[in-house]
């Protein structure tokens, strides 16, 4: 994973903001990368929370197949970071790529994460299609909101 994320034109970006605590700081000084890897895992739960119905997540879980993570820049004590995630715009059946960008304050990117989700139903913990109307929620527009 090389290229820059960005969103497509016309998606739908979900963004959180995230201040590193003492205990995020390494033994380097600046933020841990595993640091990164739950902001991700956080931003997903969260855009998850934010666009699915109360039933469809009583029904349905995640998990995750695969993280590919690249880090570019150290988000060092006292910065504050932009999370923004989307979606692929279809998913694979059952699977489900997430883009994931963490930027600093200066807006440059800190670390970039690429997830590959795997929708299941809690009842019997087997893999599910998504359904259209799951994507749709991730995927159509929404009107902005304050960062």
Not at 11 to 23: M, S
Not at 31 to 59: C, F, G, K, M, P
Not at 75 to 90: D, I
Request: net charge neutral; aromatic share 10%; with cysteine.
């Amino acid at each position: 994973m090389s290229r820059l994320f960005e969103p497509p034109d016309g998606q739908q970006v979900f963004t959180r903001h995230f201040t590193p605590t003492l205990a995020d700081i390494d033994e380097n000084g600046h933020v841990n990368n595993v640091v990164y890897l739950s902001w991700a895992q956080d931003l997903a739960i969260a855009h998850w929370e934010a666009r699915q119905t109360a039933e469809d997540q009583a029904r349905w879980a995640w998990i995750c197949l695969r993280h590919e993570v690249d880090y570019r820049r150290a988000l060092m004590p006292g910065e504050k970071a932009k999370g923004r995630t989307w979606v692929a715009r279809q998913a694979e059946g059952p699977r489900f790529d997430r883009y994931v960008r963490i930027d600093g304050p200066d807006g440059a990117k800190c670390a970039q994460v690429l997830t590959t989700w795997c929708l299941i139903d809690r009842e019997g913990g087997r893999p599910r299609r998504v359904p259209a109307e799951v994507v749709a929620r991730f995927t159509d527009p929404v009107p902005p909101t304050a960062d």
